[in-house]
């Protein structure tokens, strides 16, 4: 499929940006090392949000509607993701990721906070969240939502999934993946608009930034940096392809914790299922 015909399912109904920008709207906020681009909504406690490797801010909207009056939800896009500048090497490590989230915090002058890590942002998140981390101290509470536990600490299988998301960008482009790869994103019971919106976000990927967050997935380690210096809840959608129930579990008994399930869910669980998302997070805003 040619990256002009994978576009065309990578479109959202107009409804539904015109709700994502009034309701849920970007904005530029400038650090040290540029800019990060931020979505917020609502009011008290400050849950901070990082989303996956094929996804962005923008992916939090309903579960930050869900609980804009009890919490004030941000989301990022990671470095190299929507308008926020990517990082310098291109082999970025999860402690760069931290240190970026970190110049966010102090810029948004966000002296704690729950933080919430889903799939790849679980590495960013467990970074800044362990023992001895300059930013331990500002997070009450961690939640880890379908983490990616990384292949750094097994090599062959880091060269050869670099391998194969390379090989998928270079041979599909951004939009040809959005098509081919982000139904595995949720389950089969998935709503049709649900699909859109993970096919949407996927399609928006900048390419040096999709390749930096690779060399992340493929260096980093999660188990190394379990567990976290705070409370930690982690959870896994039952439907889940991406990281497995199973994988999920061996994350959550590094951390001491039991496995929470969520029922009817693939990967993409908050955007699948912000019903049962949002309450977990406003359990982690109250117990805090």
């Not at 996804?55 to 004030?72: Q, Y």
């Not at 941000?74 to 993701?81: L, S």
């Not at 019903?275 to 109250?286: G, I, N, Q």
């Amino acid at each position: 499929m040619s990256n002009a015909a994978a576009t065309d399912v990578s479109v959202l109904p107009p409804s539904e940006v015109a709700r994502l920008d009034a309701r849920f709207p970007a904005r530029g906020v400038p650090v040290p090392g540029g800019v990060v681009s931020v979505r917020e909504c609502g009011t008290g406690s400050a849950l901070v949000c990082l989303h996956g490797i094929g996804s962005g801010a923008a992916s939090w909207l309903d579960t930050a509607l869900l609980l804009e009056s009890k919490a004030r939800l941000i989301a990022w896009d990671a470095p190299g993701y929507g308008a926020s500048t990517p990082l310098v090497p291109d082999v970025p490590t999860a402690a760069d990721y931290a240190a970026r989230l970190h110049e966010l915090l102090d810029a948004m002058a966000i002296d704690s906070c729950v933080l919430v890590g889903h799939s790849l942002g679980a590495l960013t998140a467990a970074s800044a969240a362990r023992a001895g981390s300059p930013l331990a101290a500002r997070i009450r509470r961690l939640v880890l939502i379908s983490p990616a536990a990384g292949y750094g600490a097994r090599a062959e299988a880091s060269q050869r999934v670099r391998a194969e998301r390379l090989g998928a960008l270079d041979q599909l482009g951004i939009a040809g993946m959005a098509a081919h790869r982000s139904g595995r994103l949720v389950s089969g019971d998935a709503s049709e608009l649900a699909r859109q919106w993970v096919r949407w976000n996927m399609a928006r990927l900048n390419d040096r930034g999709y390749r930096q967050a690779i060399e992340l997935l493929c260096g980093a380690d999660l188990l190394a940096d379990l567990p976290p210096a705070m409370p930690v809840r982690v959870a896994c959608g039952d439907l889940d392809v991406v990281t497995t129930p199973a994988a999920c579990a061996e994350v959550a008994q590094k951390c001491g914790v039991a496995l929470d399930a969520l029922p009817a869910a693939g990967h993409a669980s908050y955007v699948e299922r912000p019903d049962l998302v949002a309450p977990l997070l406003l359990r982690e805003v109250l117990a805090s």
